[in-house]
């Protein structure tokens, strides 16, 4: 029997872990694996050490996977039922295609932000948060939730508690009724509480008014809000060739789990669906790993397949090698609601060591070491 050709578009944390459960060497015989990926694997959770300049965009950026599957460097511009065609002409024949593409940033909406919600484009804001924590004495800065879901929804508050302990006066602006709504009550009552406890101004609900706001103004809910710097967290979207499908009927759960309607060999993970889970690294893992049993069980590989529910991690950075530790488990469901269990650590120095081994386990699962 010829081996089937499995196509998984995404290097991210779902996409590798859904390539390595079905490229381990049990399966060699029986599964040609291939990964495609549009440019470098980023790590998201170095976004604010690298925006802050205190580490470089390289730590959390490798340019190749390495493991038992075919990589392929290409961006992805339309998928049918058994065929992954690329912007520059190749094809790919496949007998299951699996999508982790993750999400597209949008420029910001407001005239004059830094939009800083990935590792290029904190490289690029780096000098001008730096020069104006030098040269003005408690600059007043706004980071800007323009939309959501986000990816690692705790990061923008953690960045806002990072820039008050460096001297900055820091506005946080979300259209959220509390911060991280997406794990629940208890984490945004914790968020807030450590926001509040550093000096750092909330304002949820925010109305942002981006036609009147600028550079160094926001209109938000009826009132003008003055700023030396805007820092926006752009909204997110599905890549183009997503768009097209009904990605808000997607099952969660069961052997039709992260399938796409009107497919019988398609599935989605990770960023790209609208499910109410985190865009936490955590949530994408378990979908990988669910996704690969479920390929494997309808290529007739194995007789049954293993569902993995979310049990994801965040940081939020309060200092300098200093964070607090919220992790969530969704037990056995139903998922898209909240989570059945939470766990806050921290704040403390001690968990920068998991911080650390998380960026390390990252790195492990690009090159395989």
Request: positive net charge; charged residues 20%.
């Given at each position: 029997m010829s081996s089937a050709n499995v196509v998984i578009v995404g290097a991210g944390i779902g996409g590798l872990n859904c390539a390595r459960a079905l490229a381990q060497p049990r399966y060699k015989d029986n599964i040609n694996v291939t990964l495609i990926q549009g440019g470098p694997c980023e790590y998201h959770a170095g976004l604010i050490p690298v925006l802050l300049g205190q580490r470089p965009a390289s730590d959390f950026r490798l340019t190749m996977p390495k493991g038992d599957f075919t990589f392929v460097s290409g961006v992805v511009n339309r998928i049918e039922e058994g065929r992954v065609y690329l912007a520059d002409g190749t094809e790919f024949e496949a007998d299951a295609i699996v999508l982790s593409p993750g999400l597209t940033l949008?420029?910001?909406?407001?005239?004059?932000?830094?939009?800083?919600?990935?590792?290029?484009?904190?490289?690029?804001?780096?000098?001008?948060?730096l020069s104006l924590l030098d040269s003005v004495k408690g600059p007043r800065v706004a980071?800007?939730?323009?939309?959501?879901?986000?990816?690692?929804?705790p990061a923008p508050y953690g960045l806002?508690?990072?820039?008050?302990?460096?001297g900055a006066s820091v506005s946080v602006f979300s259209p959220e009724s509390y911060p991280v709504g997406v794990a629940g009550r208890e984490v945004g009552e914790f968020v807030l509480r450590r926001c509040h406890e550093n000096y750092v101004n909330v304002i949820l609900d925010a109305k942002i008014d981006f036609d009147k706001s600028n550079e160094n103004v926001i209109y938000a809910s009826g009132r003008q809000y003055d700023f030396d710097l805007i820092l926006a967290v752009q909204a997110h979207v599905s890549?183009?060739?997503?768009?097209?499908?009904?990605?808000?009927?997607v099952n969660l759960e069961g052997p039709s789990a992260y399938s796409i309607p009107g497919f019988s060999s398609v599935w989605v993970i990770g960023d790209s669906l609208p499910a109410q889970l985190p865009k936490a690294a955590g949530v994408a893992e378990a979908q990988g790993r669910t996704v690969a049993s479920l390929v494997?069980?309808?290529?007739?590989?194995?007789?049954?397949?293993?569902?993995?529910?979310?049990t994801p991690s965040c940081f939020l950075s309060e200092q300098e090698n200093v964070y607090s530790l919220i992790k969530l488990d969704f037990g056995k469901g139903p998922l898209g609601?909240?989570?059945?269990?939470?766990?806050?650590?921290?704040?403390?120095?001690?968990?920068?060591?998991?911080?650390?081994?998380?960026i390390e386990n990252w790195r492990r699962l690009v090159i395989q070491e």
């Open positions: 949008l420029k910001s909406s407001i005239p004059g932000a830094h939009g800083i919600w990935s590792l290029s484009n904190a490289e690029k804001v780096c000098p001008f948060v980071i800007v939730i323009e939309k959501l879901p986000i990816r690692c929804p806002a508690i990072r820039l008050a302990n460096m890549p183009q060739f997503l768009r097209d499908f009904d990605l808000t009927s494997l069980k309808h290529l007739g590989i194995e007789n049954t397949f293993s569902y993995v529910y979310p609601s909240r989570p059945v269990s939470v766990e806050i650590r921290g704040p403390s120095a001690q968990l920068s060591t998991s911080f650390e081994q998380a």
